[in-house]
């Protein structure tokens, strides 16, 4: 056989790699060793899509190309060998013009940081690509929404993406689609067709297979595993060869799509990688009369093609087809294997779908052990021994076919479960179950039925592998079915379950399905009931496969010409260039051959001495440079990783570590790989001798009296007498109790920054910070040296949530640390697992409180106590107070009073997470209204209406931020939605349906919102150049929120003043650069949803300033010249004389408009449940007025 080299085309270039690392993924390759970088690590796990790739294999037999979405995480790069890779740049760029996928996207503001957004093209791409070969007609509405349905988004929401990819639809209603750019509200549907950006399948399909490859793919190309360490038998007699040949000591890997690595990160590296995804015999697909083989290397996508196409002859395959496609997401299921998949539930206790679907199908599995082939019943196989040992390999899965089983008076049933936190795409399930039955009909009446036969399937329980409840089946054949029989079975069935984790909540799971399953078939006379919508249930029963539109929506935004271009809804700036993925995030900034890397060690330890960090077996890994602790922190310098108004901390644990999670040390290393794995193979001996117990709870903390102080300022005065509200109330609820949990923000751009040394002592930082100007403070502080040596600068931000704020802090300043040490760039790229660990997020809290009310719903007083977890710093835990009392006092409780105690215990510092305090202070305030109006058995609007302030009540709970009576809205937009969305006969038709449906529910709910807006100081500065563009800068980083859009809007407001012509076009001229802490001081922290509004003030101030200096020179030329003078006119004659055409500014806002009020009222409508723990068949509407 003829050995090649690896030899594959990214985007129609030709890559050929001389050897590599059998374990290098894909995407590792394309980031660091081509310039494609819209390949994005978000997860490196295969759960958010962020680095999906089109994966091009031609097929020399038929001379045809198959193309789909891989997730290049996972994919290892020895396996493309021969085909052909597609990124999002390669559909579109800036030379080449953009494809319609990323002007849409742009168009339908479907692109807010940017950083999922390539993945999502190539997602679409993928679908397009698909319908246009499988089906003439092109795209449906339900592909499209499905299309991206394994992509995570964290800061655009769907509704606008999905849009984006319906406008692909066939049979999209143009009128269906959602607020976008191409045209205004009212126009005709063809206008609006004739406004999106063209799409031709036959020109817009770009990707062709090169012909340097199809040559290729004519000998099997086997790579020389001395070089790749990678082999690839073609036959199942080569394989067992491959595995007999083996030497004992050397370790060796079955692969077929590696996304098992998703789930089970390889601890040890393997000698040598075999793949067995080119055996024929593992990848056929046979169908007979008898049911279905498919081999194990058949992958899950094709498996659910083949399933589908049998539905004629035996429906369990279509149903089984129909629950496979939930697993993971597309890419996943195009790449992962069905062997793969049964072989990670037996060896590991995967908690799989497919085991438990097979087991309530009958199927066996045929096993390589040795020469000899083994068929085994699936129950068999599952039960025994771990077979991960790479002698025994799984050939292929037999699934019976049941259709003879029904006759004229059987029936046969088949049906499947789970539960998972969602319902499509990307979320393993919290039980999963299948379940098959054959029931006979009794004569005379026909109305009992009786099981003959039935296998029952559960698994995913967080128990072992998948199970079959035996012991239900065997009590339940030939029983006549009732509810006192069912009541038994699931007396049984809670027996035999037995979940390792959350066992009531998964054990009622199971239970659910159960009766869910067997209830219609007690049930004969079904109850039917029509709904707004026309659907008609039987029993509350619905059909899992009735495919459903998931996403619709429509939005106002009301324009105005006086301000123009403020306000308008102008496309985001370099949208299109974040779908392409040519937008550069730190990550993306090329770097120098001499880049040393950086991974953190932490803390396993809440709080213990560090006696000796070291590696496993003492020996330090390869490619390991350095260490580093806080030993290493110059002695001019101060060991601190971040400061906040409330003080500094840390950057690394000293002699003591306080928490698990604190950074102990960074290792640094050639690679990022190196450094990942180095750190994890970090050992660290702890002592805990002499130290207290650590303080984990919010309780030990109020034991132990460990509270941050709260200065006065942030720590709003109680309101009115809360003893005689109390007295003047007629029912009470004293000592309720809640707690808030915490929550991660996931960012999709994971912690980066990228340190240079430079001459003279200085270092220049790229950071993905939303808080530029503290990092450098904090660097310079740390390296003890002056603030005019570091240089900080931040593009753009990969979404922020609050999490780039101060924890941005630490890594960029271990960074530069590094760099500054080893005077050698350094790059830090947190994995997600480290991320999480470090981030420490929302902060979680207790609440407890007693509140007074009159039979009405009326309020009288509240009286609360909260207990909030800051963790071991203070970060920006002491504005919690405040935060938390703003949005809680939006109702009129009557009086007040509280005790609020931000606790310090040794956990991760909690910190500014997505409206810190405003979420959690809401939802307090949400709690004890249900509670009221429950405990009143009163409608919970009702209390919530009477309850709202007057302006009286409103002054006396916000004070001198109240504003004017006219200002105070909140009434009006009550009743204003009210009507709008016809609130009253809808929470009337929830009410009939909740009598009428056993199964699905719905709820209504109007909520209330008060938001305390505080403005910041913020610098900006905006420079006319010599061919009348501009060049501006501000404080805010742009964080996906459109900042850059409004600056850029504002800045052609300001300078439209100068009223030259041409003016009105000046949007296109003008472009925001990123933040550079030392071209603009003062940048602050973008926060609190104020950074765009203070910044645009900023700007717009210096536009002020340039048309002033502007005007005597207009006025000249208006005199001089009788005709009108255009923008380019005006600046040329400006700079021939020298006027000053640079102005910059620190906005400060004023004090009477520091703080304000903002109002809203939102109207939530749900439905949900074909079952009690269905997700499938869910609905929600939301709509708003701010
Ligand atoms: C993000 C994500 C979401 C997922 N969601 C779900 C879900 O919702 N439900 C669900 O059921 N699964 C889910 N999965 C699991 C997925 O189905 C499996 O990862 C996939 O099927 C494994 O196939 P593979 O070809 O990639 O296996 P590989 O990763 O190549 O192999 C996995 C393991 O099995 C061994 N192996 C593979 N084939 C054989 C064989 N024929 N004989 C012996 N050993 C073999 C390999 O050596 C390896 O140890 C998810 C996975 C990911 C990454
Ligand atoms: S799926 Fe690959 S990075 Fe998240
Ligand atoms: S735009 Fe999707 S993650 Fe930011």
Redesign the pocket.
Known sequence: MEVKDLEFAVNGERFKINSVDPSTSLLEFLRSNTPFKSVKLGCG???CGACLVLLSKYNPESEQVEEYSI?SC?TLLCSVNGCSITTSEGLGNTKKGFHPIHKRFAGFHASQCGFCSPGMCISLYSALANAHRSNSSGLTVSEAEKSVA?NLCRCTGYRPIVDACKSFAADVDIEDLGFNSFWKKGESREVMLKSLPPYNPKEHLVTTFPEFLKKKKKVNNCLDHSRYHWTTPFSVAELHNILESANSGDSL????????????KDKERFDRYVD??HIPE?LMIKKDEKGIEIG??V??SKAIDALNEESKSSYIFKKMATHME????HS??N???????????Q??K??????TLLLAADASVY??NGRKTEKLRLQEFLGMPP??D?K????KVEIPSCTALSGDDTDLFFESY?A?PRSIG????YV?AAFFALVSRQEPSRKGVMVKKCLLAFG?YGGDHSIRATEVEDFLTGKLLSYSVLYEAVGLLRGIIVPSKDPEYRKSLAVGFLFEFFYPLIESSSRICSLDSGEKHSNGHVDPARSLSFLSSSQQVLESNEFQPVGEAVIKVGAALQASGEAVFVDDIPTLPDCLHGAFIYSTEPLAKIKRISFTENVTPTGVFAVLTFKDIPQEGQNIGSKTLFGPGLLFADEVTRCAGQRIALVVADTQKHADRAANLAVVEYDTKSLEEPILTVEDAVKRSSFFEVHPMFYPEPVGDVMKGMKEAERKILLAEFRLGSQYFFYMEPQTALALPDEDNCVKVFSSSQAPEYVHSVIATCLGIQEHNVRVITRRVGGGFGGKAVKSMPVATACALAAHKLQRPVKIYLNRKTDMIMAGGRHPMKITYNVGFRSDGKLTALELTMLIDSGMEPDVSPIMPRNIMGPLRKYDWGALSFDVKVCKTNLPSRTAMRAPGEVQGSYIAESIIENVASSLQMDVDAVRKINLHTYDSLRKFYKHISGDLDEYTLPLLWDKLEISSEFKKRAEMVKEFNMCNVWRKRGISRVPIIHQVMQRPTPGKVSILSDGSVVVEVGGIEIGQGLWTKVQQMVAYGLRMTKCKGSEKLMERIRVVQSDTLGLIQGGFTAGSTTSENSCEAVRLCCAILVERLKPTMDQMLMEKSGSVTWNMLIQQAYARSVNLSASTLYKPEFSSMEYLNYGVGISEFAGGGGPYDRKNRDFKIRYHL
């Open positions: 796990e295969g759960g997730n996972l394994g890997k079955l692969v077929v799509g590696n996304t098992g690595t998703g789930y089970y067995i995804s593992m194990a290397a992958t899950i939930k697993i993971g997401n996943i299921r790449s992962g294997s069905i062997g793969g998949n049964l072989v990670m539930a060896s590991r995967f908690p799989s779908d497919i085991t096993m390589l077979i991960l790479s025994r390999v799984l050939l789970r998972a990307n979320a393993l399930p999963n995913s």
